[in-house]
């Protein structure tokens, strides 16, 4: 409700905005600009929200003692306030925004750029129209990229939200991973897939639809 509303709103209004300004799709590179630009916004104001999903997810991980037990997502960001302040909110801030660019540019550049470059390919040739198929493999390629892109930042991110003051900032946790060697950065990468791709595909495949049954204009 926070990031991907906030990315998708950016990315889509101002590339609407843009095309019927210039009569045409967008270029490619500012599909990236763009998409890297909502994705960044959409990262840090969604920090928070994404700070207490990554502790609730890892409580169970902790020794009793150390158990944070929030009760539920909007209680954890009240105590969080009360108990650590406004800033511990936007713990990691720079991290997710850097991976809510990253994501963002595997999402609009591979998926509503390759998204809307391979549809304006595939449906040029004459062999498919636009129809699911078309949809579900834009998205699924899409899904592929910014899982690879992103699973980097992700493992520091979340190693930047659990951690109980052992990193002094974004760079000491950077060389802290990197001396476990570059595998580190990819650690998860696979539950990652699992969770991203599926998530691309539903998210542009019902994207195309609401576009196709409700009349939703979109520039491509």
Not at 114 to 130: E, F, P, R, S
């Amino acid at each position: 409700m926070s990031y991907s509303l906030t990315r998708f709103a950016i990315y889509e209004s101002v590339r609407d905005l843009m095309g019927a300004k210039s009569q045409g799709p967008m270029p490619f590179y500012q599909k990236v600009l763009l998409g890297a630009f909502g994705g960044f916004t959409g990262g840090f104001i969604g920090t928070p929200a994404d700070m207490v999903n990554v502790r609730m997810q890892n409580d169970m991980k902790l020794p009793l003692e150390h158990r944070r037990n929030y009760k539920h997502a909007l209680d954890g960001l009240y105590r969080v306030f009360r108990e650590e302040g406004i800033r511990k909110l936007f713990s990691g801030a720079s991290m997710a925004s850097s991976r809510g660019a990253m994501v963002t540019v595997g999402q609009a550049s591979i998926s509503l750029a390759c998204y809307d470059q391979a549809k304006q390919l595939v449906l040029g040739t004459g062999m498919m129209g636009d129809n699911i198929l078309t949809h579900f493999l834009s998205s699924f390629i899409a899904g592929g990229c910014a899982t690879f892109l992103c699973q980097p930042l992700d493992v520091l991110k979340t190693r930047l939200m659990n951690s109980k003051g052992e990193y002094t900032g974004v760079l000491h946790c950077l060389k802290e991973t990197a001396r476990l060697g570059p595998l580190a950065f990819y650690k998860g990468l696979v539950p990652a897939g699992i969770r991203l791709i599926p998530h691309t595909v539903l998210t542009f495949v019902f994207l195309e639809q609401l576009k196709k049954y409700f009349g939703i204009l979109v520039v491509s």
